[in-house]
């Protein structure tokens, strides 16, 4: 019961944040204007110009969130950044349910358009399932692997992030807005007619030493009267109800401040707008759209206005560079923004039923201006499926998920073709821990498991000098290789105690493994000692399994990859030929025998690095073709994840090693 309870918080928590980042990212421009309104409104204008960069920001962040939190994706940092998120605005839709400074919230956009309070209730809940994911973290549901995870991640961004531009650079991909190709503009603005002209009003406010004043349009003050201009507002028309459940007012009024809205709207022909909420700040770029638009509406007798702001100054400066001819209309700035959110766009009427909208780049002037309106298509309603539109975004959203596998596949057998030059190898590391019947019955059993099995790899076994040879005739006729873990960096002479690698090959042995981090800490090895010992191994014909790895303290401080890149060194003394001969094993020393392992990030990060490397060192194909194993606590359990790392060609292994049962499954992770 409690785990259900938790998937249903993070559908809804994650559900909720996706579908709020989505809708912001459809218009973006509605949000930046939302936006706009509630820096205005907190006396943060400066922001504002900031406004477009903060919806792209708003809505690509919320989206990454819900993905996160929908996927169960680093639960502990999104959760808690959801919970700040939620912490900040709780009380701030408090204070707008409770001052109504913006009429609505704008979580959703104009997708769904919530009251105040019912966004501070929404808010709650979601307060309230967020804590409740945080205080069961651990039942909140993974649904994806990792890899699948990412993939899907920046798919489902990119496709976001390309709304966003939709939409800023051309109109929102869906209008959520009431003024949609079909509507009849008339009857949305005019509903009552008679009632709607007698109640507009439409003021201009102005400001001179502080002093703010209302004007109506027929008492605005001279330009050189001191007072600036700052804003208008309408005393709405009663006005029509419509889709997005909002009253809509269209008031036309013209330069004497009559109202013009049934006139022009009574209208049975094509009438163009030109439609701009704010002329100081409408793209002047493509001024010869407009004007071949007008002159083909006076060709062909339609009405042409523009519709805008009334702020008389933006006006007349717009009139002398451009030369506009056309009669200017006045609005409500916000109705204007509602019916299109480019500045400036064109919206055509018939018998005032709007046929299309579009940003002048959308519009194929040539085309439209080549016949008349009656007989092309940009005569006609031109309809926007919006259902259709939906099912495209989710199309887009959601194919990425089945992609990944297909692609995934196709990956790994390229992957595989590059790895076919390298071999893959699971070698065992006894170490200090078989007497010599010991190791004898433990290689009996490898080869008595082994047998009559397809091996996918190399299989070796490392074991102490004294059980080298019995070890190799023990294995004989199976595919099992057979090395020491040590060999003397001497040829031969009075090194008491020391094998050299000609006696290690004397065995039949024909591997060695060189450099093994015990070594170096307990018999002091480094690269010049090594150096030896690898020049030795290489002559007697052995190959080196050459052990490189940092301690915790170097993993922690950062500086692994220096260390492993020093370590390297000593192989990099061998010429490309004899290099080819060795097989690298990357053993993190803090993995060794504690438990603990490398994850196969980790792992495949330390990998790549020592290809590039030795990539650079020698060249890509050498690079490619060395087999570099991970050691350190790799079990039957975790080597199919390591493995299946690009740059991870098999495993050193030392404690799963001893045992039959736990070494079988380690080799049998090469499927
Ligand atoms: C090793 O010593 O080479 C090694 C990898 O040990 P373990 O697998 O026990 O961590």
């Known amino acids: 019961m409690k785990k259900l309870v938790t ?111 019912q966004t501070f209730w929404k808010n709650i809940v979601l307060l309230i399932a967020i804590v409740w994911l945080i205080f069961d973290r651990k039942n909140v549901a993974g649904w994806l692997a990792k890899d699948w995870y990412a993939f899907y991640f920046y798919a489902a961004m990119f496709v976001v992030a390309a709304l966003c531009f939709v ?44 002093i703010r004043q209302e004007f109506l349009l027929d008492s605005i003050p001279d330009e050189d009267s001191g007072w600036e201009f700052v804003d208008t507002r309408i005393v709405e ?40 909420p704010d002329l100081r700040t409408a793209d002047e770029h493509d001024m010869d759209c407009i004007d071949n638009l007008y002159e083909y509406a006076m060709q062909e007798g339609h009405a042409f206005y523009c519709v805008t702001l009334n702020d008389p100054q933006a006006v007349s400066r717009w009139s002398y560079r451009t030369g506009a001819e056309y009669r200017f209309l006045y609005a409500d700035q ?24 579009s940003n002048l780049s959308g519009i194929d002037v040539p085309a439209l201006t080549s016949a008349k309106l009656s007989e092309q298509s940009y005569g006609q309603i031109r309809p926007i499926n919006r259902k259709k539109r939906v099912f495209w975004i989710f199309a887009w959203l959601i194919s990425p998920l089945f992609l990944y596998l297909p692609l995934q596949f196709i990956y790994k057998l390229i992957k595989n073709k590059n790895k076919k030059m390298r071999k893959k190898i699971v070698a065992g590391n006894w170490k200090m821990n078989t007497t010599l019947q010991e190791g004898v019955a433990l290689a009996e059993g490898l080869k008595a498991a082994l047998a009559g099995k397809k091996v996918n790899c190399d299989v070796v076994v490392c074991t102490p000098f004294i059980s080298v040879a019995s070890v190799v005739k023990a294995v004989e006729g199976s595919v099992i290789g057979v090395g020491a873990e040590d060999c003397s960096e001497h040829d031969k002479g009075a090194y008491t105690g020391e094998v050299a690698a000609n006696m290690v090959a004397s065995t039949g042995a024909k591997y060695v493994i060189l450099g ?9 090895e480094n690269n010049a000692i090594l150096v030896n010992k690898l020049n030795q191994a290489l002559a007697n014909g052995l190959t080196p399994i050459f052990c490189v790895g940092e301690v915790k303290e170097e993993r922690e401080n950062g500086t692994f990859k220096q260390v492993i890149e020093g370590q390297m060194e000593a192989l990099y003394t061998l010429s490309a030929e004899d290099f080819a001969k060795v097989i690298v094993a990357y053993e993190p020393v803090w993995a060794i025998g504690t438990g603990l392992t490398a994850t196969s990030d980790q792992a495949q990060e330390v990998h790549a690095f020592i290809r590039a490397s030795i990539a650079k ?43 039959v049962d736990t070494f079988m499954p380690i080799i049998e992770a090469w499927k």
């Open 334 to 357: 916000q109705e204007i923004e509602t019916m299109i959110r480019s500045n400036p766009g064109f919206m055509l009427l018939h018998d005032g039923v709007i046929l299309w909208k």
């Open 516 to 524: 093994h981090s015990e070594r170096r800490q307990y018999h002091g």
């Open 167 to 210: 939409g800023s650079q051309h109109l929102p991909f869906i209008d959520f807005r009431p003024y949609r190709p079909g509507v009849s503009l008339r009857q949305l603005a005019l509903g009552e007619p008679a009632q709607g002209e007698q109640s507009a009003q439409y003021f201009v406010i102005y400001e001179k030493d502080g």
């Open 617 to 659: 060192k020698y060249n890509a194909e050498i690079a490619d073709n060395t087999s570099i194993l991970y050691g350190g606590s790799c079990k039957g359990s975790n080597a199919p994840e390591l493995f299946a790392q690009p740059d991870i060609d098999g495993g050193l292994i030392g404690g799963a090693a001893l045992k």
């Open 7 to 117: 998937v249903l918080c993070q559908l809804l928590v994650g559900g909720t944040f996706l579908l709020s980042g989505l809708v912001k990212a459809i218009d973006p421009v509605g949000t930046a204007l939302k936006l706009t309104e509630y820096v205005q409104h907190f006396g943060l204008g400066f922001l504002a110009e900031l406004s477009t960069a903060l919806a792209w920001g708003l809505a690509l962040f919320e989206f990454a969130l819900g993905l996160f939190i929908f996927f169960g994706q680093h639960r502990r940092l999104f959760l808690t950044l959801g919970l700040l998120l939620m912490l900040v605005f709780t009380p701030l839709t408090l204070y707008l349910a409770l001052y109504n400074p913006v009429d609505d919230c704008g979580c959703f956009g104009d997708a769904i358009v919530l009251t105040n309070w």
């Open 237 to 276: 028309a009663p006005g029509n109800r419509s889709s997005d459940g909002k009253t809509h007012s269209l008031v036309l009024f013209d330069a004497a401040d009559q109202n013009v809205t049934t006139e022009v709207l009574s209208d049975t022909g094509y009438v163009f707008l030109l439609l701009s």
